[in-house]
């Protein structure tokens, strides 16, 4: 894996994530990233994502290799590669038997819970995120 990709999070297969090829489902890649954005903002940020407003403004997943069972678990790396005003864009990589299976990439935004409005990221997470990932925060 990439070394810019500080924060790893390791994902233990199930039977369930099977399609009928028997590789993991093309869905479940979104789940793994879904469960490393969930674990990096928990613990670079210190914000629970199921505890804050923020929602998916896109999705993209470009699949490299089929992975199966036997591969145990995945690995998937994530990091920031900027800051918006209300966004935060995060890449990954997910990694299986020491080989790339795919990249994704999802923006993430800070909205109000109650009203829906979008908001500017709070200043403890822009600090969290800048000091982690070694960037000159430029918004």
């Known amino acids: 894996m990439d070394d810019a990709f500080r ?6 297969l199930r039977l369930r994530d099977l399609d009928q090829m028997n590789h ?3 869905a479940v ?3 793994f990233l879904e469960q490393t954005r969930s674990a990096y903002f928990r613990e670079v940020v210190g914000a629970p994502l199921e505890e804050i407003g923020a929602v998916i403004a896109d999705l993209a997943i470009e699949f490299e290799q089929a992975i199966t069972l036997d591969a145990g678990h995945v690995t998937v790396g994530a990091r920031a590669t900027d800051l918006g005003d209300s966004s935060v864009p995060l890449v990954y990589e997910v990694w299986a038997d020491g080989e790339r ?10 909205v109000d819970r109650t009203s829906g409005e979008v908001r500017s990221l709070p200043d403890s997470w822009r600090a969290a995120i800048t000091d982690f990932e070694e960037f000159d925060d430029r918004t």
Not at 7 to 12: A, D, L, Q, S, V
Not at 101 to 110: F, I, N, S
Request: no cysteine; glycine share 4%; hydrophobic share 35%.
């Open 29 to 31: 890649y979104a789940t």
């Open 101 to 110: 299976a795919a990249t994704g990439e999802t923006t993430l935004v800070y």
């Open 24 to 26: 993991v489902n093309n």
């Open 7 to 12: 924060f790893r999070e390791e994902i233990p």
